[in-house]
């Protein structure tokens, strides 16, 4: 089976604009990204998912430069672009990472793709390391039973998206539980959504050579050294899924199982035929 690596960026940020062209020593936030999902070993195409707004046009010139591939799609509904990215590319999973975080882990992206290449989940995510750092990895078939379970309920927006892939009664899911070396109880974040993300973020690119792709581990250790690091976004909130949301993606796996069957089954007859 063909493994992809799926970054979705886009250049709509309120909070922070055009937060992933920022500079974090001699590189964008974006490039960041980049050349640390080509370094992830399993993964056979790097594809940079964005949309066709016009906004987002440095990110496929930034793509192109970088030597990886993009893809144009969707701009408010991710589950669909990547959906439509992987079938694209003809990959039957891919890990994935939104190009808010330059720190995501290569060891656990690496291990997503194996066990996506070796056995038959259809998600796999990571839990007990700061949010940025955690990654996750599907299987293809299975984004499109989600996407159409999202369209039989009307959701366009999808930009937090796990709800709707991450039911256990329906999916094969596999979560791992990292190990404690990769924990770290008192530093919850390490992502880019406000200027203190940028300025931590800052901070730590700035204690590594300019070409470098820092492992987690040895960013951890500029922690430990400074301490006062965590305290510079401490206060940043994450968003979260809509309740709403999510209560109703809930219901709908629940109690409508005979919908979920028969899309399942469609969508199984389309690849056989």
């Not at 939104?98 to 995501?104: H, I, M, R, S, V």
């Not at 990769?182 to 992502?191: D, G």
């Not at 959504?193 to 951890?220: G, K």
Request: hydrophobic share 40%; glycine share 6%; charged share 25%.
């Amino acid at each position: 089976m063909k493994i992809g690596f799926l970054i979705t960026a886009r250049l709509k940020s309120s909070r922070l604009p055009l937060k992933l062209l920022l500079d974090l020593n001699g590189q964008r936030v974006v490039e960041r990204v980049i050349e640390r999902a080509k370094s992830v070993a399993g993964c056979e195409e790097v594809v940079l998912c964005t949309s066709y707004v016009p906004q987002d046009k440095p990110l496929v010139e930034i793509a192109q430069r970088r030597g990886i591939f993009y893809f144009i799609g969707d701009p408010d509904n991710v589950m669909r672009r990547l959906l439509q990215a992987a079938l694209f590319f003809g990959l039957g999973g891919f890990v994935g990472i939104t190009a808010d975080n330059p720190l995501f882990s290569i060891y656990h992206a690496e291990l997503i793709a194996d066990l996506l290449k070796r056995e038959q989940w259809d998600y796999i995510y990571t839990s007990g390391m700061p949010v940025g750092v955690n990654i996750y990895g599907v299987r293809t078939t299975a984004l499109q039973i989600a996407c159409k379970v999202a369209e039989e309920l009307g959701v366009e927006d999808t930009e937090i998206w796990g709800v709707w892939i991450n039911q256990p009664q329906v999916f094969r899911v596999k979560e791992i539980r990292v190990s404690s070396q990769y924990q770290r109880s008192t530093l919850k974040r390490l992502t880019l959504d406000e200027m203190p993300d940028y300025e931590l973020f800052r901070e730590i690119f700035q204690n590594f050579p300019s070409t470098a792709i820092p492992d987690i581990l040895d960013v951890y250790k500029l922690f430990d050294r400074d301490p006062a690091l965590e305290q510079i976004n401490a206060h940043v909130v994450q968003r979260s899924v809509d309740p709403a949301i999510e209560r109703k993606a809930n219901e709908f796996y629940r109690d409508q199982q005979e919908i979920v069957r028969g899309i399942q089954e469609a969508i199984r007859n389309s690849i056989e035929s």
